[in-house]
């Protein structure tokens, strides 16, 4: 029996969406919850998982392809994917015992010799992970090979039990298959070649704590090296399409420079008494939430309050008309592979630092893992931008309407710089020092009015009264 996999919808206001890459190929087979289809809207990037269990017999969508929700994208037939397809097409999520489909692929993957034969064969098991590894292996890690220094590590005695951790022998190296990109990036930073890892998901497939396992082997029996070059880039001298998501991006970016009349203004701000805050209480605010605190809650709860006084920058434009919101919505941007993407925190200004850092924490690494639902990325009324985290010392981010201003916070940095003692006595000292930038369209807010803002939002950080807001 056949079973049509049709377009979600992946949001209130979503009704189309763009086919962008293929997990699977006829043939393959799939499990419950496999991942299918990568499938890109004009609000989030997801994995589309399979509802039921079978092969894959035909698929109806095309790479590049857009359509509305509701379309089928791919037809399963359950007659090779369980012991029983019946069943499953009647209880597609139900069904509890799905993993002894699941078993077969993996022995194989793990099996340094026959894993590797069989897989340009017709063999049932190994078919998955025969198709998968190609499209890895030339997209992001052939770069990657300057990085890895394991073959100068193999004639010393301690290399012996890193193998057994996490590095793969050669032989396996197509075995890699598909990998999210939160553990592509992952394997980046780290200097992991992904075609050395064996994964211990379904049907080999490579999952964050193989990652970290190969990069605590790696880490222990690694020489240290005065410098490492960076990898060279696998985009370099190459061509691609856009994505759907950098359209959308594109098209608001240029939509909104053309609307609206843009100016930043900045000021410099002395974060040293939350700076000293910070050190004093990361301990037991770890402990209590589970995250560490850093400066993003306090810029946030700052610039929440300063909008309850500053409603011009909390508004929106209708033709002419002002909307004044009554929530401070606050969205952040989030860097991901796919592109720059806005999570919300809603009443951010009746919050306090636990429960913003929480969220942040939360909402930025399900944006990462492709995980984030529609309507979290929508109702912001105004924005923060963290380009201090790349080391940036200030930008002038771009607006994005219907949102009539955003703040963009630069790293902090130890610096000398004057001050005035309590006695008014002049000196040198070093201190915790950041931008804040605020872009805003000029055709509501004037220079004055984000002057006054800053200046409100600059008196909050300096101040530095926290503690009643901590939230542990």
Known sequence: ??????????????????????????????????????VSTDKVDTEIPSPVAGVIEQILVQEDETVQVGAVLVIISGGSATPSPAPVAAEPVAQAPVAPPVAPPVTPVATPAPAVTPAVTPAAPVVPVAVAAPV??????????????????????????????????????????????LV?????????????VVGSGVGGRIRKEDVLSATSATSVSLPAVAHT??????????????????????????????????????????????????????????????????????????????????????????????????????????????????????????????????????????????KLKPDEMMGGTFTLTNTGSRGALFDTPVVFLPQVAILGTGIVQRRPTAITTADGQESIAIRSMVYLALSYDHRLIDGADASRFLVDVKARLEAGNFQANLGI
């Open 184 to 196: 592509r990036k992952l394997a980046q930073d780290s200097g992991v070649d992904l075609t050395r």
């Open 1 to 38: 029996m056949s079973e049509s996999v049709v377009l979600p919808a992946l949001g209130e206001s979503v009704t189309e969406g763009t086919v962008t890459r293929w997990l699977k190929k006829v043939g393959d087979s799939v499990a419950i919850d496999e991942p299918l289809v990568e």
């Open 229 to 370: 070059p960076a990898p060279i880039s696998a985009q370099r001298g190459t061509s691609e399409p856009m994505s759907r998501l950098r359209k959308v991006l594109a098209e608001r970016a240029v939509a909104s420079m053309n609307s609206s009349a843009q100016l930043t203004t900045v000021v410099e701000v002395d974060v040293s008494k939350i700076a000293d805050m910070r050190k004093a209480i990361q301990p037991t605010f770890l402990a209590a939430t589970g995250t560490k605190l850093n400066f993003m809650p306090f810029f946030f709860l700052a610039t929440a309050e300063a909008l309850r006084s500053h409603p011009k920058l909390n508004a929106s434009i209708e033709g002419e008309t002002i909307n004044y919101h009554p929530t401070e919505n606050i969205s952040f941007a989030v860097d991901t592979e796919r592109g720059l993407l806005t999570p919300v925190i809603r009443d951010a200004a009746t919050l306090n630092l636990a429960q913003i850092a929480v969220q942040i924490a939360d909402l930025a690494s399900r944006t990462r893992e492709n």
């Open 136 to 181: 890895s292996t030339p997209m992001i890690y052939t770069p990657a090979a300057p990085v890895v220094p394991i073959a100068p590590v193999t004639p010393a005695a301690p290399p012996a039990p890193v193998v057994t951790v996490g590095i793969a022998n050669p032989v396996t190296l197509t075995d890699a298959g598909y990998v999210t990109p």
